[in-house]
């Protein structure tokens, strides 16, 4: 992903998936257009085919590798309760498993705890695609300061805040090392209950990063 696209994704998720950057690289010049004589043949067809298989045999393997050895955080059993508590600690659990998934890429329970949140979905892919293309994002996690929920009727709202520490982040294997400025971020966060527990449906920044 180019440099400028990154970033723009990074403001995008209200400048806390990362943290706001305080480098950037210079942006690529754009690629050429492709001439309908340029379509790739089909021995390149299936090539690529073959490679993106690859790569995505590769990425399976990592997440099971990464699943082993790192601690899953295990949600509390408050954090199960049809309450105003119960949801407060459910999205305290969920903000502990974006902290795994930003230092790792293993997404699935993240995503799991998940449903029909945009927000979400934008935060786990990028964090897989980081870790795919060899790069990674380093930080001890969000730290949260203050949350609180309100029941508005289908759907509980919980305000947090976090505080998001300095850290060093790199887009693929082969990029420079970017440092994220870290800093207090109020969040937004929608749950309801779906079967018999919690479910985020959405996730967002209260106000614009500062």
Same mark, same amino acid.
């Given at each position: 992903?180019?440099?400028?696209?990154?970033?723009?994704?990074?403001?995008?998720?209200?400048?806390?998936?990362?943290?706001?950057?305080?480098?950037? $690289?210079?942006?690529?010049?754009?690629?050429? $257009?492709? $001439?309908?004589?340029?379509?790739?043949?089909?021995?390149?067809?299936?090539?690529?085919?073959?490679?993106?298989?690859?790569?995505?045999?590769?990425?399976?393997?990592?997440?099971?590798?990464?699943?082993?050895?790192?601690?899953?955080?295990?949600?509390?059993?408050?954090?199960?309760?049809?309450?105003?508590?119960?949801?407060?600690?459910?999205?305290?659990? *969920?903000?502990?498993?974006?902290?795994?998934?930003?230092?790792?890429?293993?997404?699935?329970?993240?995503?799991?705890?998940?449903?029909?949140?945009?927000?979400?979905?934008?935060?786990?892919?990028? *964090?897989?695609?980081? @870790?795919?293309?060899?790069?990674?994002?380093?930080?001890?996690?969000?730290?949260?300061?203050?949350?609180?929920? @309100?029941?508005?009727?289908?759907?509980?709202?919980?305000?947090?805040?976090?505080?998001?520490?300095?850290?060093?982040?790199?887009?693929?294997?082969?990029?420079?090392? *970017?440092?994220?400025?870290?800093?207090? @971020?109020?969040?937004?966060?929608?749950?309801?209950?779906?079967?018999?527990?919690?479910?985020?449906? @959405?996730?967002?920044?209260?106000?614009?990063?500062?």
């Amino acid at each position: 992903m180019p440099g400028h696209r990154f970033l723009a994704l990074v403001a995008l998720l209200g400048c806390v998936a990362v943290g706001c950057s305080e480098a950037e $690289s210079d942006p690529p010049d754009d690629e050429p $257009s492709r $001439s309908v004589g340029d379509a790739p043949t089909a021995k390149q067809s299936e090539a690529t085919e073959a490679t993106e298989a690859t790569e995505a045999t590769e990425a399976t393997e990592a997440t099971e590798a990464t699943e082993r050895d790192v601690d899953v955080p295990t949600m509390p059993r408050r954090a199960r309760k049809n309450t105003l508590k119960g949801a407060e600690a459910f999205v305290r659990h *969920y903000i502990d498993l974006r902290n795994q998934a930003s230092s790792t890429g293993e997404t699935r329970r993240f995503m799991r705890l998940s449903h029909n949140c945009d927000g979400c979905t934008k935060y786990a892919d990028l *964090y897989k695609k980081v @870790y795919l293309r060899g790069g990674y994002i380093k930080s001890t996690g969000w730290v949260v300061q203050f949350l609180q929920a @309100y029941d508005l009727g289908q759907a509980t709202t919980v305000l947090v805040t976090v505080k998001a520490p300095r850290m060093r982040f790199k887009r693929d294997a082969d990029d420079r090392t *970017y440092i994220g400025r870290g800093g207090r @971020y109020k969040l937004r966060f929608k749950v309801k209950r779906i079967n018999t527990g919690w479910a985020v449906t @959405y996730f967002g920044v209260q106000e614009d990063c500062q």
